[in-house]
């Protein structure tokens, strides 16, 4: 039988490294927010998702959290009347990224919570094996 202890820690360790990719993710996002298109007529930059999936650990029969997908948001872009932007069509229109920023900031704080709550654990865990290493030597 596995340890509960070492399998909190890599159920954690999953945590993070999903919330690590999201919160990547999502800074691309807001870093592309006002990126249009090269040329008249191009699309702009196009919103990237991210998909998770359990993944079953086989050593410690935990279900761990990996990134199944980065896919792009297929929602409509944004279109405003800006005659004088390099990326304006002859109608002086110019596509916008479809990155809502509020969107963005809510799945930056929720990655962010999620982040912290799974480097808890493993902080936890850590004091939990120094504590019963501490048992054991006395």
């Known amino acids: ?3 509960p202890i070492v399998s909190s820690l890599k159920i954690a360790s999953s945590g993070l490294s999903a919330q690590s990719t999201r919160l990547r993710v999502v800074s691309e996002n807001i870093a592309n927010a006002n990126t249009t298109g ?3 007529g191009a699309d702009p930059y196009q ?3 991210i998909t998770f999936a359990a993944e079953l650990d086989r050593l410690t029969g935990a279900d761990l959290v990996k990134v199944s997908a980065v896919g792009r948001d297929q929602s409509p872009y944004v279109v405003e009347h800006d005659p004088g932007n390099p990326a304006a069509n002859a109608d002086g229109y110019v596509k916008m990224p479809n990155v ?3 969107v963005e900031m809510a799945d930056m704080r929720e990655a962010n919570r999620s982040y912290e709550a ?4 493993v902080k936890q865990a850590r004091e939990i094996i120094n ?3 501490d ?3 006395s």
Do not use: P
């Open 131 to 133: 504590m019963t290493i």
């Open 100 to 102: 809502n920023m509020l």
């Open 135 to 137: 048992l054991l030597r």
């Open 38 to 40: 090269e040329v008249a």
């Open 118 to 121: 799974n480097l808890q654990v």
């Open 47 to 49: 919103r990237k998702t």
């Open 1 to 3: 039988m596995i340890d």
